[in-house]
């Protein structure tokens, strides 16, 4: 009896506060989200005469939405661990991210680890599907520039145009710096079986935790951002233009999140808490963008590599534990990823501060007009 009124107090627990989580994120997305899109609106005229400095506020408006995001997993205890190369090296630069995608709080893991990373998350777009746009956070991603791309062959040709045409529109004249994609085109238990039986079809190797992933818009990436090269200088460009010009697309950053034991964290469980603490572990891999290859052939070889690795990595991982040591290491080095209490809750202050704020101003002008 002692057992069974102890596991009733404890499903209680666990409910009430999922209960009270899912509360506060109603009212944290409530005051937030209206906060930065009216925010924007009272700055057009800035975006008019300074359109820089117009979106370096957007960005850290955006940085600081995302936090709050990182909060709800950070304060249920599920942190990361980093593992592989230091990507705050390159923090400044340009690069296009590759992550394998297992469920919906892949985006969340990311939103969280990459906090730390500088400008990094006020200056990156997403791609990511179009489904995303209907979301809360959709209007927040729409405003800053991400892009939703539509899945399935009826609208790949279509979707590969006008990613180019929004990353010539957008993405220099924003400042944007790291772009983030999952090229897997879908979570890993949707696609799994399809990918298997391509693979085994093509004579390609049979992958259990990734999928094989996509050409398209990786390629569009690349053709768009990556400056012309001339051996590791923009081709055909005297001194004077080169300074003025972007470098263009630098550096490849091939990132692999794994769960423990292979059981991802749902977006359900990020807004709720229910699950126990768990640590998700983000491994990343830098390439210089000129050692990628632009032909089509020779890139998807190339892509394919990289989750064939990750497959790999993976696949070390749940054997041990652990991811193994880069190239020329004898011990695989990991790094705690934190983030400050205190930063956290002073954020999550001013959106309620924000929304309050907002609040009085709307019935103030109420009550002026009625």
Same mark, same amino acid.
């Given at each position: 009896?002692?057992?069974?009124? *102890?596991?009733?107090?404890?499903?209680?627990?666990?409910?009430?506060? +999922?209960?009270?989580?899912?509360?506060?994120?109603? +009212?944290?997305?409530?005051?937030?989200?209206?906060?930065? /899109?009216?925010?924007?609106?009272?700055?057009?005229?800035?975006?008019?005469?300074?359109?820089?400095?117009?979106?370096?506020?957007?960005?850290?408006?955006?940085?600081?939405?995302?936090?709050?995001?990182?909060?709800?997993?950070?304060? +249920?205890?599920?942190?990361? /661990? %980093?593992?592989?190369?230091? !990507?705050?090296?390159?923090?400044?630069?340009?690069?296009?991210?590759?992550?394998?995608?297992?469920?919906?709080?892949?985006?969340?893991?990311?939103?969280?680890?990459?906090?730390? @990373?500088?400008?990094? $998350?006020?200056?990156?777009?997403?791609?990511?599907?179009?489904?995303?746009?209907?979301?809360?956070?959709?209007?927040?991603?729409?405003?800053?520039?991400?892009?939703?791309?539509?899945?399935?062959?009826?609208?790949?040709?279509?979707?590969? /145009?006008?990613?180019? %045409?929004?990353?010539?529109?957008?993405?220099?004249?924003?400042?944007?710096?790291?772009?983030?994609?999952?090229?897997? =085109?879908?979570?890993?238990? @949707?696609?799994? %079986?399809?990918?298997?039986?391509? #693979? @085994?079809?093509?004579?390609?190797?049979?992958?259990?935790? $990734?999928?094989?992933?996509?050409?398209?818009?990786?390629?569009?990436?690349?053709?768009?951002? !990556?400056?012309?090269?001339?051996?590791?200088?923009?081709?055909?460009?005297?001194?004077?233009?080169? &300074?003025?010009?972007?470098? =263009?697309?630098?550096?490849?950053?091939?990132?692999?999140?794994?769960?423990? @034991?292979? &059981?991802?964290?749902?977006?359900?469980?990020?807004?709720?808490?229910?699950?126990?603490?768990? $640590?998700?572990?983000?491994?990343?891999?830098?390439?210089?963008?000129?050692?990628?290859?632009?032909?089509? &052939? #020779?890139?998807?070889?190339?892509?394919?590599?990289?989750?064939?690795?990750?497959?790999?990595?993976?696949?070390?991982?749940?054997?041990?534990?652990?991811?193994?040591?880069?190239? =020329?290491?004898?011990? +695989?080095?990991?790094? *705690?990823?934190?983030?400050?209490?205190?930063?956290? $809750?002073?954020?999550?202050?001013?959106?309620?501060?924000? =929304?309050?704020?907002?609040?009085?101003?709307?019935?103030?002008?109420?009550?002026?007009?009625?």
């Amino acid at each position: 009896m002692a057992v069974t009124l *102890e596991r009733a107090q404890r499903v209680g627990y666990i409910c009430l506060k +999922a209960l009270l989580r899912f509360a506060f994120m109603v +009212a944290n997305n409530l005051v937030a989200i209206p906060s930065y /899109v009216l925010y924007l609106i009272m700055l057009q005229p800035l975006r008019i005469l300074d359109s820089k400095s117009f979106w370096y506020i957007e960005g850290v408006l955006f940085k600081w939405l995302l936090a709050m995001v990182a909060s709800w997993g950070w304060w +249920a205890g599920y942190t990361v /661990v %980093e593992w592989g190369d230091d !990507v705050k090296a390159v923090s400044e630069d340009e690069a296009m991210v590759l992550v394998n995608h297992q469920a919906t709080g892949d985006v969340c893991t990311l939103m969280m680890c990459l906090q730390d @990373k500088g400008t990094v $998350v006020r200056q990156m777009m997403w791609l990511m599907d179009h489904i995303f746009k209907y979301t809360n956070f959709g209007i927040v991603s729409l405003i800053h520039g991400d892009f939703f791309i539509r899945q399935g062959k009826t609208h790949r040709d279509q979707q590969l /145009v006008l990613l180019k %045409e929004h990353l010539e529109k957008y993405y220099r004249s924003r400042n944007r710096k790291w772009i983030v994609l999952f090229p897997e =085109g879908g979570f890993l238990r @949707k696609r799994r %079986e399809t990918s298997q039986a391509f #693979a @085994k079809k093509n004579n390609l190797p049979f992958l259990k935790h $990734v999928t094989l992933p996509r050409l398209g818009a990786t390629q569009v990436i690349l053709k768009t951002l !990556v400056a012309p090269q001339e051996n590791g200088t923009p081709a055909g460009r005297d001194a004077v233009i080169k &300074e003025s010009k972007s470098k =263009g697309l630098q550096w490849v950053i091939d990132t692999t999140i794994a769960y423990p @034991k292979g &059981e991802p964290i749902d977006i359900q469980t990020w807004i709720l808490g229910y699950r126990q603490p768990t $640590v998700t572990h983000v491994h990343y891999r830098i390439f210089p963008v000129k050692d990628v290859p632009a032909e089509p &052939e #020779a890139l998807t070889h190339w892509l394919y590599q990289r989750f064939i690795e990750k497959e790999d990595l993976l696949t070390h991982f749940y054997e041990t534990g652990a991811f193994p040591p880069l190239q =020329g290491q004898t011990k +695989a080095i990991s790094r *705690e990823m934190t983030l400050s209490n205190l930063w956290l $809750v002073g954020i999550q202050s001013l959106a309620f501060l924000s =929304g309050g704020m907002w609040y009085c101003i709307f019935q103030y002008f109420y009550r002026c007009l009625f």
